[in-house]
């Protein structure tokens, strides 16, 4: 389990104890990006008592992506063989973890994502701008790189880990909420096999959300980005095919 987390000292407690009685045998990394408000030492704190919570302290806030990459390579090293990742703040409910995780264990999914926008998910507590921000989103996404998923912009996931560490980290240049876009379209160059479950997404108990106007245009800027890698990858492809079909296209 990788936790990234920024000033939710409020919501840690609470949050780390329902994913530890719900997969009790699961590995909780908490990944603190240098949180004001104790966040990172009050992880320490629940580390101490129980050792089956680690954290992962990051020099400043870096972004969520970086955040997500940073764990994903400690669990990786540390042998981890399903990798899952969720919000801090209660917006994921714990209790979805099961149903997460079982398409992984039974071999049917390489990526699992919790989805609001299949038949059975939904969202709670949001007003009208954004939930039209999060739908467009996520077909705006769909729409230009082509991808079969509803929710490409949601971050309730669950990872076979020899298909995370098949994707290059180094190539991975989305730093906030537009890196679920990138990694699920990466791992679908990775020919992996996706698939949603339905999950009730709730808007956080405490704290405030990190959504702001830079976050949405990064998002649209990186997506038309990867449909343009998409395309010259596509073409230097096509070239190479045919290159290997002319005379002397071999020497």
Avoid: C
């Avoid at 989805?115 to 009208?128: C, I, P």
């Avoid at 954004?130 to 079969?148: M, T």
């Amino acid at each position: 389990m990788v936790l990234p987390t920024f000033n939710e000292i409020e919501n840690l407690p609470t949050i780390s104890a329902a994913i530890l009685a719900t997969l009790p045998a699961a590995t909780l990394l908490v990944v603190d990006d240098s949180s004001p408000d104790g966040t990172g030492e009050l992880a320490d704190t629940l580390a101490a008592a129980d050792p089956r919570i680690r954290v992962r302290h990051r020099p400043g806030k870096q972004g969520l992506g970086r955040a997500y990459l940073d764990g994903f390579g400690v669990a990786l090293r540390g042998g981890a063989g399903t990798v899952v990742q969720m919000d801090a703040d209660w917006s994921h409910d714990p209790g979805a973890l099961p149903g997460l995780v079982r398409p992984i264990a039974e071999g049917e999914a390489d990526l699992v994502i919790g989805s609001r926008y299949v038949q059975g998910g939904g969202v709670e507590d949001w007003g009208l701008g954004r939930r039209v921000i999060s739908r467009g989103g996520s077909l705006f996404a769909r729409i230009v790189l082509a991808l079969p998923v509803h929710d490409l912009t949601g971050g309730f996931k669950a990872w076979r880990a020899p298909v995370l560490a098949s994707i290059p980290f180094a190539g991975v240049h989305a730093g906030g909420y537009v890196f679920q876009i990138e990694m699920t379209w990466r791992a679908k160059l990775a020919h992996a096999r996706i698939r949603e479950v339905p999950i009730v997404f709730r808007d956080r108990r405490v704290g405030s959300s990190k959504m702001s106007r830079r976050i949405v245009v990064e998002a649209l800027v990186v997506v038309v980005a990867l449909r343009a890698e998409q395309v010259r990858g596509a073409t230097g492809r096509a070239l190479g095919r045919r290159g290997d079909h002319t005379p002397g296209g071999n020497a």
